[in-house]
């Protein structure tokens, strides 16, 4: 599908679904003679994509010319406090906050406050906060970057979501690389391991289908009966948080029976002695204990993956939002390496394919101008999971100070949503209330985190944008052109920085880089205008904008990876030993460690159910929360606590109930639904915009700030709470 195509009046844009989807759907977009969308569709012509859409993006045009989209640079009005204005659980005031001014005026007051800060406290005391509102190359990181850098602001580790598996596997395998899609139908197995297909990726599903028709089954491991375990041949209703047990226990019974691919594992692995010793303390009756499952279930479990080839375990990174989730990858990832399931033609694993995009990205984000600002040196590097600490704690001890460790001061989000998605809420609101904390959010919607916003900027969707990407969920390089104006005085992510640059007077010339140059960069082109980067060699940015999407090439017989050595890691082997881990003082092999808050653990005593505070299908995390039409969707479980039978009785709670859930961080007020999606011991609520539940909070008002294992990571699904019925109360 070229850039774009004349049909009769209208073109069709080719462009790509921007948000944190591992699809990164081609999308087709029908532009009318006026230049206004008329029609979203997936683009035929891609294998992954095949010609259809999500039912959250099927309905794209929603959000772009939704009423409540920000239109225009917004300031606060002198008087009025930060938070939210008006009733809880209702909206529609927010901008009653705000002064609309025109964007000379904001760029002007945001550069100056900026550098007076910067003056003021040290530039470290400035924190971009920002994710995956766009995974674009050029949106998700690029002006942004050089322009903190040469600010010389904070550094953000952006851990919130997948750091803990994705170091996890790649202490494993070296690299984030995996089974393509398009092998799976070949799978006679596939087990989808903490790993919402049907929710969360579902332009995968197709090709479990496919598989399925030719007498695959499909197994789902997850704690929560989603559509996508509801529709498997068997669910395993694994406790939170124990799946390194059982991934332990699946070895032990492989290596005890001698099902193990002996010759794969003597040529492509290191550590395989001091695993197999490992693995002999995890019985059946071990790991039955701690994950809720027979002793027979985990034999059958083994012995189905252990004989049945292909098999294809697709992970997703449900397993690592737990507080040993980093080690519970990394043993998930060792099955196929002691079954060799890497050599078979659908056989392996997914978790993410993101390592095979091998951008120049550090002609992209430049980060040698940290050198260039005042700081002169590489800038600190703050933890966007505890955004809490860093507000409230950050840069108060008696030795910190301007030139050393300072205080945050100033917060600039985009591409995010901290005051719904980041944890441990109540820290987070009240750093966001500090009326010496200067915040600016560049945004689509007045979400929950523009209500502690100073200045409000509005932002572009990706049909008002030019960007490339790559994909974490398939093996395709494709372009997003722009396909109508920006809505109303809406700007880009890169427009919007690089502005910012030009009136803090940075003179280097990146900062007049266009879209199109950037996209060059990215590809790092040689003399022939061909792409150097490792798979894209066969690219040019012409044949880019022409063709749309172009799958990455690998080097024959390495499509599928870790058939054949060398592995990129530092014995060149698959790590079930890493010396990396020994080195940092940790265990270097996977052991099972119950999460701080789990029911194996002390504090059970006080809140003892695990909580799992979920994504919901037809949303993308706190995305499209305020539409109606996706809020319609949702409409079963919107402000819906789902408990198990067993425990509301035991807390004389019925269906429908108002409830009260609580931990040690906060509160949350729903209403009860009794379900079996959950089991005993388990409760689970959805994410939802704060301002939209009643009360004025959402789930992660109860999340900790506690990091994983392995990566740093957010903790989302290691929560325990109480509940009880409002009206027993
Ligand atoms: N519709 C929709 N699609 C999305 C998103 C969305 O919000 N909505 N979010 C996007 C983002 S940001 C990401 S990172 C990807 C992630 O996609 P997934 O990794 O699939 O996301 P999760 O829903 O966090 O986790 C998957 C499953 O893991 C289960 N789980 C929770 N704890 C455990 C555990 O301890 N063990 C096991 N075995 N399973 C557990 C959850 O119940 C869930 O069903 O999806 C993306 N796609
Ligand atoms: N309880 C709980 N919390 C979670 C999770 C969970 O499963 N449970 N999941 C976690 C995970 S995996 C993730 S990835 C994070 C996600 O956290 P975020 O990355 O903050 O994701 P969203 O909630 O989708 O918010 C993205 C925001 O970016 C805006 N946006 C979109 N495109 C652009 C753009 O081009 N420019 C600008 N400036 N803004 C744009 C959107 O309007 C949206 O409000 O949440 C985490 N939080
Ligand atoms: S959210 Fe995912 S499935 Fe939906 S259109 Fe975007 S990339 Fe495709
Ligand atoms: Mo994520």
Redesign the pocket.
């Known amino acids: 599908m070229a850039a774009a195509t004349q049909s009769g009046p209208f073109r069709i844009v080719h462009t790509i679904c921007s948000?944190?989807?591992?699809?990164s759907c081609a999308v087709l977009v029908t532009v009318n003679s006026d230049g206004r969308a008329i029609k979203v569709q997936g683009d035929p012509s891609h294998p992954v994509t095949q010609g259809f859409l999500?039912?959250?993006v099927a309905k794209y045009l929603d959000r772009v010319y939704s009423p409540q989209r920000i239109l225009h640079p917004l300031r606060r009005r002198p008087g009025i406090p930060k938070g939210p204005l008006g009733e809880n659980g209702k909206t529609g005031r927010e901008l009653d906050a705000f002064e609309q001014i025109t964007w000379d005026e904001a760029l002007t007051a945001i550069a100056s406050r900026l550098q007076q800060i910067a003056t003021t406290y040290g530039p470290e005391s400035i924190l971009p906060y920002s994710?995956?509102g766009t995974i674009g190359l050029l949106g998700y990181g690029s002006m942004d970057r050089r322009f903190f850098h040469r600010l010389g602001a904070s550094q953000l580790d952006r851990t919130i979501?997948?750091e803990a598996?994705g170091q996890a596997f790649k202490l494993v395998y070296g690299k984030k690389l995996g089974t393509p899609n398009e092998e799976f139908p070949k799978s006679r197995l596939i087990i989808?391991?903490?790993?919402?297909?049907h929710?969360?990726?579902?332009h995968l599903w197709p090709f479990v289908e496919e598989a399925r028709r030719n007498g695959a089954r499909l197994i789902v491991?997850?704690?929560?009966r989603?559509r996508?375990?509801a529709l498997a041949d068997w669910h395993?209703s694994?406790?939170?948080?124990?799946?390194a047990a059982?991934a332990l226990g699946l070895m032990h019974v492989i290596l005890r029976d001698g099902l193990e691919d002996r010759a794969y594992i003597d040529e492509m692995t290191h550590g395989f002695a001091p695993l197999a010793e490992r693995v002999r303390e995890y019985t059946p009756e071990r790991v039955a204990f701690w994950t809720g499952l027979t002793p027979a279930e985990i034999e059958q479990l083994a012995r189905e993956y252990a004989t049945t080839t292909p098999a294809a375990l697709r992970?997703?990174?449900?397993?690592?939002?737990?507080e040993n989730?980093g080690t519970?990858v990394r043993a998930i990832a060792m099955l196929p390496a002691l079954t060799g399931a890497w050599r078979h033609p659908g056989g392996g694993a997914q978790l993410s394919m993101s390592g095979a995009f091998q951008w120049n990205s550090a002609a992209i984000e430049r980060p040698e101008l940290m050198l260039a600002s005042p700081l002169g040196r590489p800038a600190r590097i703050v933890n966007m999971s505890r955004l809490g600490h860093a507000l409230t704690e950050l840069g108060t001890q008696p030795e910190d100070g301007p030139g050393n460790n300072p205080r945050v001061h100033a917060l600039f989000v985009y591409n995010s949503n901290p005051a719904a998605i980041a944890p441990n809420l109540n820290d987070v609101r009240r750093g966001m209330l500090r009326p010496d904390l200067f915040t600016v959010v560049h945004e689509q919607f007045l979400t929950d985190t523009t209500d502690y916003a100073d200045f409000v900027l509005p932002a572009t969707t990706f049909l008002e944008h030019t960007d490339i990407q790559g994909a974490?969920g398939h093996y395709f390089v494709q372009q997003s052109n722009q396909a109508i104006a920006p809505v109303g005085e809406s700007r880009s992510n890169v427009w919007l920085f690089a502005q910012l640059a030009e009136r803090c007077g940075f003179d280097q010339d990146c900062f007049h880089d266009t879209p199109d140059e950037m996209i060059r960069q990215a590809l790092n082109l040689d003399a022939t205008g061909h792409s150097q980067n490792p798979g894209m060699e066969h690219i040019t940015p012409e044949s880019l904008a022409a063709q749309g999407h172009i799958p990455l090439r690998f080097p024959a017989g390495q499509q599928r990876p870790f058939v054949t050595g060398p592995v990129p890691t530092p014995t060149g082997k698959i790590e079930f030993y890493s010396e990396a881990l020994a080195a940092e003082g940790k265990d270097p092999l996977p052991a099972f460690i119950p999460p701080t808050e789990s029911r194996l653990s002390p504090a059970a005593a006080r809140f003892p159910l695990e909580f799992?505070p979920?994504?919901?299908?037809?949303?993308?995390?706190?995305?499209f929360a305020n539409l109606d039409g996706h809020r319609k969707m949702e409409a079963a479980t919107n402000h819906r606590l789902e408990i198990h039978f067993t425990d509301a009785a035991a807390r004389n709670i019925h269906d429908g109930d108002p409830v009260r859930i609580w931990n040690d961080r906060g509160t949350l007020h729903l209403t009860a639904l009794i379900s079996e999606k959950v089991t005993p011991g388990v409760v689970?609520s959805r994410?939802d915009w704060a301002k939209l539940t009643p009360g004025g909070q959402n789930v992660n008002t109860l999340t900790s700030e506690r990091l994983t294992d392995i990566g740093q990571a957010a903790t989302?699904?290691?929560t325990l709470v109480e509940v009880a019925s409002i009206k027993a109360s």
């Open positions: 948000h944190d989807c591992p699809d999500c039912g959250k994710y995956a979501c997948a598996g989808a391991w903490g790993a919402n297909i929710g969360t990726n579902v491991i997850d704690p929560y989603t996508t375990a395993i694994i406790r939170p948080g124990t799946d059982l992970m997703n990174y449900g397993v690592q939002r737990s989730g519970a974490y799992l979920r994504k919901a299908d037809n949303y993308m995390n706190s995305t689970a994410l989302f699904y290691s």
